[in-house]
């Protein structure tokens, strides 16, 4: 905020997912490419803050704050889950297309499910499937999960989508690993989608763009030297 006190906490968010390094972690593997460029991991986010590259950003002379944030959400009813199965559950998001809250470039994404279910709970995991192909478990297995209520309203919120065009197939895999010893057997009595996002393109985005493609540039330079 010293480098500029004109930043928003969304400016701060954006400030940190597209500075942060992930290379510096890369040893730790299973890093996952979002379609925009950003790597992302279960555990370190976007990567270790780079406080020197984040001050650069906040001060670059071609910074904005970030445009309005919009909320779209879309809703889907009850399907039957039992052990060892799958079942998806599709979305087709419009990004609030031709209203004043149209969304094109993803923030956060949340669902909000109500799931019955009769024997362990932590069986349970969740992938989100972007349009773009981007996957991210929101929910993993749980070894020491051994409730029987179930879900009840509960919201789940990830930043693996950030910068995405949120328009066209979102697909919610439910899945339960349990075993064949195991009856579980349930409902999936109702699963929304919420797309926190953007309009127009944020600042940021577009010096992340620019970044890739100096990067990109500078690679093919060293090689054509060589």
């Known amino acids: ?4 006190r004109k930043l928003t906490w969304r400016d701060v968010q954006h400030l940190c997912v597209y500075t942060s390094n992930w290379k510096s972690l890369i040893q730790a593997g299973n890093w996952t490419r979002n379609y925009i460029g950003l790597y992302f991991h279960q555990k370190f986010g976007f990567g270790l803050l780079d406080t020197a590259k ?4 906040a001060r670059d002379t071609s910074w904005v704050t970030s445009p309005p944030k919009y909320i779209c959400t879309s809703q889907t009813q009850f399907q039957v889950l039992t052990s060892k199965s799958e079942i998806n559950i ?13 969304i094109n470039y993803v ?3 949340q669902i909000t499910i109500s799931v019955d279910y009769s024997t362990r709970r932590g ?9 773009s192909g981007t996957i991210s478990p ?3 297995k749980r070894n020491e999960d051994d409730s029987t209520v179930g879900f009840i309203n509960w919201t789940m919120t990830t930043v ?5 065009n949120p328009k066209g197939q979102w697909i919610i895999k439910f899945k339960d690993d349990g075993g064949y010893m195991t009856a579980n057997v349930g409902v999936v009595k109702f699963c929304t989608l919420t797309i926190h996002g953007t309009r127009d393109i944020t600042a940021y985005q577009l010096l992340h763009s620019r970044y890739q ?14």
Do not use: M
């Open 107 to 109: 923030e956060h994404t």
């Open 54 to 57: 984040l001050i650069d950003w």
């Open 123 to 131: 069986d349970i995991f969740i992938n989100i499937h972007s349009p």
């Open 1 to 4: 905020l010293e480098a500029n």
């Open 213 to 226: 493609r100096s990067t990109r540039q500078e690679i093919y330079s060293k090689k054509t030297r060589t």
């Open 90 to 102: 599709y979305f087709f998001v419009d990004g609030c297309k031709n209203t004043d809250r149209e």
């Open 160 to 164: 693996h989508f950030w910068g995405e």
């Open 138 to 140: 929101i929910l993993d």
